[in-house]
Structure formats: C-alpha cells, structure tokens
C-alpha cells in the first residue's frame, strides 16, 4: 500500500501521507480499518521512526487517522481534501460571537476543519477538553474568558500552536493573541461622548464580577474620576433602584432588557429620563428602542484577523479595534 521512491524530490514523509490519502481516495481503506504499524513502514522501507511518525502526526492532526493506544492507527475520516484541522474553544456563544466564528470560517476556506467547543467558564470542563484533544490539531484556538491560571492547563500544548483570544490575562502573555483591551476601550469610549454623560445626575454600572472582565469596570470608574462624575456600581440590576436622571451601562444583554422593560412599565422615556449604553454591537441593538448606544470590539474584524494569523503562522499580538455606535439611547 506504501511505496517510497527515493529517486524523487518529494520528502519521504510527505510519500507516506500521499499513499495514505489516495488508499482512503480509491477505497483501499475504510473508516475503521487499521494501518501499517510505524515499526513495519520504518523496517521495509529502511526509513527512521521520526520520519513515519511526522507522515501519521499530520494525518492525524487532519482528523483523517487516529491512535488508540496499545492497538495502532485507524483511519477515521475519509475527507483526505482536509489539510488541517483547528481547535476552537469558547467561554460561550452568542450572537456577537457567532459573528466572529462565520467571518473566522469565511476567512480560512474550505480546507481546513474547525471544531468548536465551549467551556461554559468552567476550570474543570476547559482542562478535560484541553486534556482530552492533545495532539489531535495543528492550531489551539482559546478563548479563556474570566478563568484565571489557564496557563497551568494550556502549557501542555507546544506554544507555537496555541492562539489566545480575546482576554489575554497576565500569564498568558507569552503567546500569540488577538484581544480586547478593557480598560482602555471603555475609557476612550465614554471620553468621546463626555458631553452626552454629564447631562445625566448620576453613571450606573451593572457589572457582575463573576461574568465581566475587571478591564471594564476599572476604565468606568477612571473615566468618572477623571471627569467628575457621579457614579455606582451594582452586580444586578434591580428595578426599584431605577430613578429618572441616571444613565446605566450594561455590559450584559439580560440587564439591558430588563431596564427597558421597566422603563415601558413605568412610562419614562429612554434618553429623556434614563439613559443606556450597552456593551457588544448587535443588529437587534441598532433598532430596538429607536437604537441603544453601544460600545463593541470589532468581532468580524476579530475572526477575519485571527484567520490571517493561523493561514500566515503568525506569532504576534494583535489588539483588536473598537468603536462607540452613538444612538437614541444616549
């Protein structure tokens, strides 16, 4: 099934892959049968062990072989067109994110296989599918959200496979990333509609510590200081704490809907009695409520500029764009 022929240009490894690939293609092999051991190609062919090994890691990390300890190589896939194959984890999905999967995909094209996964800002379940998927792609996409120490788990994979998204915490500094920059960008933001705040009595933050990045809350609190204005954090919005004059920011969509929904209860107008900017572009924010006043990272230009990364191997870090979209709400 495997021919090496010594006399051509082709890497003897890069032979192996190619026989492997046109078996699956002819119908030689099958989903589930089982390849030539490492040992046997290495001993007919007179090749080291590295070089075979290198041929089945590159399969494997295409999704088109796996191992099974103990037992060998089998072929898992038959889709031999797919030249690699990326890990993808997320905290979560929502709307915004899903913006920046469907441009990352769009970017990459058809060759290349992303699997998503999500960790649901839980330490144990992002280490088991770290843990569990080692070896089995070319690139580690991570998204670590809040989760502190994720170093600890991700130094298991080779750091040039491994991108960091979004948050890039303290200790994950040593790899390549694309991020938000918190602090500065809501700091910048709320600077550029200064005017616009200070009509209002009183800046509330509703901030969930345990859902939101510390960025955000330390560019608020620097951005009233600096400005004077008056302001207050809160974990939760409660609607009886809601008073005409104030301007909430909401970085979370379900804190958003609920002062809107009171503001109907109550007959107060947005922008004239209360006003709100949120967090995150959506489309559903550019018309609800005649358009809410939103601070957003580029998202699409996130998932564009992650897939130049992986397509060029670059190793770099890249902080990613953001913009204050000023609407009625304001």
């Known amino acids: 099934m495997i021919e090496i022929n010594i006399n051509t240009g082709t890497p003897k490894y890069k032979q192996i892959i190619l026989a492997v690939e046109q078996a699956i293609s002819k119908g030689h092999l099958t989903i589930g049968m089982q390849l030539p051991s490492i040992n046997s190609i290495k001993e007919t062919h007179k090749l080291s062990r590295d070089t075979v ?18 037992k060998g190589y089998f072929v898992a896939s038959e889709h031999v067109h797919i030249q690699q194959k990326i890990f993808l984890l997320f905290d979560e999905l929502n709307s915004f994110k899903e913006d920046l999967y ?27 599918l770290i843990n569990d998927h080692l070896d089995d792609y070319h690139y580690y996409i991570i998204m670590p959200g809040l989760l502190k120490n994720t170093s600890k788990v991700i130094n298991v994979l080779p750091k040039d496979k491994v991108f960091i998204l979004d948050q890039l915490h303290s200790d ?36 969930d510590p345990k859902k939101q990045p510390s960025g955000m809350k330390k560019g608020f609190v620097k951005f009233c200081k600096q400005n004077a204005i008056p302001y207050q954090i809160t ?17 979370d969509d379900r804190s958003l809907l609920n ?31 005649g358009g809410i006043t939103t601070i957003s990272t580029d998202f699409k230009y996130m998932g564009k500029r992650l897939a130049e990364m992986i397509l060029n191997n ?12 000023i609407r009625h709400s304001l």
Request: no cysteine; aromatic share 12%; proline share 3%.
């Open 53 to 70: 090994l290198m041929a089945y890691n590159d399969l494997k990390n295409r999704g088109i072989i796996q191992s099974v300890v103990g």
């Open 102 to 128: 469907n441009t990352f995909l769009n970017e990459l094209g058809p060759n290349i296989q992303v699997d998503i996964f999500f960790h649901h800002f839980n330490e144990n379940t992002f280490s088991k």
């Open 172 to 207: 994950l500094k040593g790899y390549a990333a694309i991020y938000q920059d918190f602090e500065t960008d809501v700091f910048s933001s709320l600077s550029k509609v200064k005017d616009l705040i200070k009509k209002y009595k009183q800046f509330v933050l509703v901030f």
């Open 235 to 251: 974990a939760f919005f409660e609607p009886e704490t809601l008073k005409k004059g104030d301007l909430y920011i909401t970085p």
């Open 259 to 289: 002062i809107i929904k009171v503001l109907k209860k109550d007959n107060l107008i947005i922008s004239k009695d209360i006003g709100v900017i949120s967090y995150n572009e959506t489309l559903l924010k550019e018309v609800v409520e």
């Open 314 to 325: 670059e190793h770099t870090q890249v902080k990613n764009p953001h913009n204050i979209f």
